[in-house]
């Protein structure tokens, strides 16, 4: 199991798309025979947003594959079948890391970082939602802050 994932987590971490898709499925038909989270697929998340928290990382220009990989790991976790008393394993400091990433110079990795604070809402309740909202308000702001500048 272990070469498997580390063969998905590769795929998951490509710069082309199509890997990425790839990656993503063989996940998920992994997650769907297991009864609980591979431990292998919990370490890679601890480890890969551990990473994406680093500002340096997240600066680095040809990164952006990394940050997305990550994301799109985290989110098929977080949409997987496993039952809802499940420990998928999940980083506690995963949201704070899609906090930091709504802000990347990738819309593909700010779009992915929503749509996983959207699963943990779902997944976990209002809590997560009322603990981020502040921020995703403020980052929203300046976003649109800095767009009406540019014209």
Known sequence: MSSCISEILSLLLSRAKLDRDRGRERLEDILKREERMPVEVKEAMRVMTAENMDRSAKEEEDGWERRLGCLLLCQTVLTSSLPSNCDLGLP????????????????????????????????????VYEAVRDS???????RINSQSQVS
């Open 92 to 127: 506690p400091d995963l949201p704070l890391c899609c906090l930091t990433l709504l802000s990347d110079r990738e819309a593909r990795v700010r779009s992915a970082s929503g749509q996983v604070l959207g699963h943990l809402c779902s997944r976990r309740g209002p809590d």
């Open 136 to 142: 995703i308000f403020e980052a929203v702001k300046v």
